[in-house]
Nanobody
Framework: QVHVVESGGGLVQAGGSLRLSCAAS???????RGWYRQAPGKQREMVAV???????NYADSVKDRFTVSRESARNTLYLQMNNLKPEDTAVYYC?????????WGQGTQVTVSS
């Protein structure tokens, strides 16, 4: 079993910053893969992912504003979000895998006011 906990969300004004954290624990070969978000009435979308080799990929809407980083030894993932916009409002989820399985946490709410 793998346990995933996201934290760091909150209410912030447009132009502000937040840092999200994701902690994964459990048995087996766990890899924290990236951040996704889901706004009300919309499908879940990729925000930022990071490979085992440290390569990153971002959604066009967050490039140059968000930065994903990882502490592999601690199975921890971060998302630094700067210059937040109202359209960034969503529940943010962390995706974690181990061979043959995929896990998600409960998510953390980010609300950006204009």
């Amino acid at each position: 079993q793998v346990h995933v906990v996201e934290s760091g969300g909150g209410l912030v004004q447009a132009g502000g910053s937040l840092r999200l954290s994701c902690a994964a624990s459990g048995s087996g070969s766990i890899t924290v893969r990236g951040w996704y978000r889901q706004a009300p009435g919309k499908q879940r979308e990729m925000v930022a992912v990071i490979t085992s080799g440290g390569f990153t990929n971002y959604a066009d809407s967050v490039k140059d504003r968000f930065t994903v980083s990882r502490e592999s030894a601690r199975n921890t993932l971060y998302l630094q979000m700067n210059n937040l916009k109202p359209e960034d409002t969503a529940v943010y989820y962390c995706r974690v895998t181990k061979p043959g399985y995929e896990y998600w946490g409960q998510g953390t709410q980010v609300t950006v006011s204009s």
